[in-house]
């Protein structure tokens, strides 16, 4: 069971690089890493998913180092409304059952 | 907009009441979840259906029971409710039963209220 650990809240500054890292130390080899975000009361939204390495989309980065028991979700020069609770989730095909969204980091954007 | 939708949005009952809760996937999408938030918490899985099948559980109590319909709709019924049971209830949608790899999309969450 690839339980997950993330920082409780962060504070940043509009403009500024923010990089929430989640700790994974029991992922398994068929885990794959996804996080999303989610507003006050709507449902959370997709942001990236790896497995290793780097990836890289419109909106963010994920770092995933070799031995795979963390990764950090970069997200550029935030604004205001990326002000949200961010969700590191680990798991694989056969283990739906296992998902645990956890209570994510909540994230405070500043003017 | 991410193509699922729940009804009701907002449901206020009783203590030993029943409710039930719909969920309409995305277009095509196969895979129904359903998931837990109470306030200040984090998302608690419930239960996948894929293809009108139970696929996985999680911690869904025995109060709780869901199924999934052949036009692929899904209802999950709440009954015996508490008031511990007040909570939002997202449902979620992906093309397959590859949960962990696969994108999950979430509906707007019907907001429970136990009185």
């Known amino acids: 069971l690839a339980k997950t650990t993330q920082p409780i809240s962060m504070d940043s500054y509009e403009g500024q690089e923010v990089n929430i890292t989640c700790s994974h130390n029991?992922?398994?080899?068929?885990?794959?890493i996804t996080w999303y975000q989610q507003f006050p009361s709507q449902g959370p939204r997709f942001i990236i998913q790896g497995y290793k390495t780097k990836v890289t989309n419109e909106v963010a980065s994920l770092f995933i180092p070799a031995d795979r028991k963390s990764s950090t979700l970069s997200l550029p020069r935030v604004s205001l409304s990326d002000t949200a609770v961010y969700y590191c989730?680990?798991?694989?095909?056969?283990?739906?059952?296992?998902?645990?969204f956890g209570t994510g980091t909540r994230l405070q954007v500043f003017p | 907009d991410s193509g699922v939708t729940q009804t009701p949005k907002h449901l206020i009952t009783a203590t030993g009441q029943r409710v039930t809760l719909r969920c309409s996937p995305r277009?095509?999408?196969?895979?129904v979840y359903w998931y837990q938030q109470s306030l200040d918490q984090g998302l608690q899985f419930l239960i996948q259906y894929y293809n009108g099948e139970e696929r996985a559980k999680g911690n869904i109590l025995e109060r709780f029971s869901a199924q999934q319909f052949p036009d692929l709709h899904s209802e999950l019924n709440l009954s015996s409710l508490e008031l511990g049971d007040s909570a939002l209830y997202f449902c979620?949608?992906?093309?397959?039963?590859?949960?962990?790899?696969?994108?999950?999309?979430f509906g707007p969450g019907t907001r429970l209220l136990v009185l």
């Open positions: 277009s095509g999408d196969l895979s």
């Open positions: 989730l680990v798991g694989d095909e056969y283990n739906t059952d296992k998902l645990i």
């Open positions: 979620a949608s992906s093309p397959g039963l590859a949960g962990g790899e696969e994108t999950q999309y």
């Open positions: 029991n992922i398994a080899t068929n885990d794959y």
